[in-house]
């Protein structure tokens, strides 16, 4: 057998060869080949469905492949579980972190492999070892501090000294800032970089492409199962990426039309949330108008969202639909006002994972639509779930798929769709892309222009300045639970809404905006 050699020379750290995956009725990979340097991020990047996950999950020894080979230093290895490939130093951290935390930080690091003195745990051995590999990722805290006080960005690093704890050699990151503020985010990025001149290597999965244009030494890029391209370092750019994810040119990423806004759909009067009861929220939204909500983590824009949906309570002040006072205590409540929340995590608050496609998209609206005597309704929920997969383009074998088995972009159309069968005239959506691929976000980024056109009122919350500034008609910063101002999108860029968001300075929002 011939031995592909790295550019140096060497053999490759880690090679894919060849690899096919298939499941009943799908083929998931064919034909795919990766190949990582010793000491290099290689940030793999796809559409959502396009195979990323499925080769991780085989080169970190969760499931095997169908055909096809791994290598590790040039020598074909066979994981036939997770404890396989850690003992060649493969270790896979999980997006959704593996962690118990009911235990402290130093018995989430050993858990499982407690060392032992006399027939007992050695707790003193765990701290002192503990403290070196906490130490190795930059995080100065104590081993017994219980992992339930830490951040998720401090849990993340928990996650990667561990990894380093069992000697591993290659990191593989899904979608690792997926739930990170902007400082925690760089303090992984400079974790990343530390541990690539320490020799170990990454394979770093992001959808944020601005992250992997600033951290990635070689990009392989996946489409439909198979691979689409490589970019290595001076090759690595958005617009490249993009094209060879998506096959075409997104040059048109965000196509606004000129809208016309119509009257007042939803109104907030002095609205006060249970997480800042200090400050009153005023608001409008009118229809077929896209408001964006922008703002710091932990500004109160979920808060707000869900207490208008009824979610949460509201302290005080009042909501308007139509120009009509309503009361909402509860989601059914808002429900029945036309009101719809697609929420920011949509495997814990969006869907039954463990249902299918058509079940899902049927929750919201059982009651609406039962028959006589309260019995559920299946022809309706056949129709409402043929038109969900047919008008949003999820990519599913069947209305009957399990929602646990899609990707996270076609798990996101499907809990809009469950939304929508609602027929709802004010749609609130919080995080909307998170976790989203590029070619899904276009997608929903039109649904929401569509949306609009037929005079649906949305107020979106986004992390991601560009998204705000591309799709939105208006823009209302929050700082610390309250408007910090207004921004049309014609004259909104980073640096306004980041000075409101940082409260910088205020101006006041505008109680009434003009039609256009």
Do not use: C
């Not at 066979?78 to 951290?93: E, T």
């Not at 003195?117 to 051995?125: N, P």
């Not at 008609?473 to 306004?496: K, P, T, Y």
């Amino acid at each position: 057998m011939t031995v592909a050699r790295a550019d140096d020379g060497g053999p490759w750290l880690l090679e894919a060869i060849g690899i096919h995956k298939r499941f009943p009725g799908v083929r998931a990979l064919t034909d795919v080949t990766l190949r990582l340097r010793p000491g290099e991020v290689l940030a793999l990047v796809g559409e959502n469905g396009a195979g990323k996950s499925t080769l991780m999950k085989i080169l970190a020894g969760v499931q095997g492949p169908t055909e096809g080979e791994l290598r590790i230093d040039g020598k074909a290895v066979v994981f036939n579980n997770v404890s396989d490939a850690l003992k060649q130093g493969v270790s896979l951290i999980h997006q959704e972190l593996n962690l118990a935390d009911n235990l402290n930080v130093g018995a989430n690091l050993f858990l499982g492999r407690e060392p032992t003195k006399f027939g007992f745990i050695d707790r003193a051995e765990i701290a002192k070892q503990a403290t070196y590999w906490l130490q190795q990722v930059g995080l100065d805290i104590s081993p017994s501090t219980p992992l339930s006080r830490l951040s998720i960005g401090h849990q993340q690093l928990v996650e990667i000294a561990k990894a380093l704890s069992v000697n591993a050699r290659v990191l593989i990151m899904d979608e690792p800032t997926s739930s990170l503020s902007a400082h925690e985010t760089e303090n992984l990025f400079r974790v990343v970089k530390e541990l690539r001149a320490k020799g170990v290597s990454v394979i770093y999965i992001s959808h944020r492409l601005a992250e992997v244009e600033e951290l990635a030494d070689h990009v392989t890029v996946f489409r439909d199962g198979a691979n689409a391209g490589e970019l290595d370092r001076d090759e690595i750019q958005h617009e490249a990426m993009v094209k060879m994810m998506v096959g075409r040119d997104l040059s048109q990423f965000y196509s606004r039309n000129e809208r016309r806004a119509g009257e007042v759909a939803l109104e907030l009067k002095q609205l006060r949330t249970s997480t800042w009861p200090a400050h009153a929220v005023s608001l409008q939204v009118r229809a077929g108008e896209v408001v964006g909500l922008a703002g710091l983590v932990g500004a109160g824009r979920s808060e707000l969202l869900r207490t208008i949906f009824g979610i949460d309570r509201a302290v005080s002040g009042s909501l308007e639909v139509q120009g009509k006072p309503v009361r909402i205590s509860k989601a059914s409540d808002a429900i029945r006002s036309g009101i719809a929340l697609v929420p920011e995590d949509r495997k814990q608050h969006g869907l039954v994972v463990d249902m299918p496609i058509d079940q899902n998209v049927s929750l919201a609206s059982l009651w609406s639509n039962r028959k006589a005597g309260a019995l559920l309704n299946f022809s309706k929920e056949r129709t409402d779930t043929a038109h969900s997969i047919e008008s949003l383009g999820i990519r599913t074998p069947g209305p009957k798929q399990i929602a646990r088995y899609l990707s996270g972009g076609n798990q996101q159309k499907v809990v809009i769709g469950k939304w929508l069968s609602t027929k709802p005239r004010i749609l609130l959506l919080d995080e909307p892309t998170r976790g989203v691929d590029i070619g899904a976000k276009h997608e929903i980024y039109q649904l929401m222009e569509r949306l609009s056109a037929e005079g649906v009122a949305i107020l979106f919350a986004s992390s991601e300045m560009e998204e705000v500034i591309g799709l939105s008609d208006r823009i209302l910063v929050m700082h610390e639970g309250r408007l910090a101002g207004e921004l049309s999108w014609r004259n909104a860029n980073e640096q306004s809404i980041l000075s409101l968001a940082t409260g910088q300075h205020s101006v006041p929002a505008t109680a009434a905006p003009a039609v256009s």
